[in-house]
C-alpha cells in the first residue's frame, strides 16, 4: 500500500507554526498537532 501526502508548514501572523497534511488520493486537508 502506498500513500502520498504533501505536508505544509506555514506561520500565522502571530509567528505561531503550523502544519498540515494533503491526502493526495481523497483530495483531504488535514491539521495535525503541534510538534513540542
Known sequence: ???EW???FKRG???NVSWHA???V???L???P???
Open 22 to 24: 494533503f491526502d493526495l
Open 1 to 3: 500500500m502506498v500513500e
Open 6 to 8: 504533501v505536508h505544509v
Open 30 to 32: 488535514k491539521s495535525l
Open 13 to 15: 501572523r502571530d509567528q
Open 34 to 36: 503541534p510538534v513540542p
Open 26 to 28: 481523497h483530495q483531504l
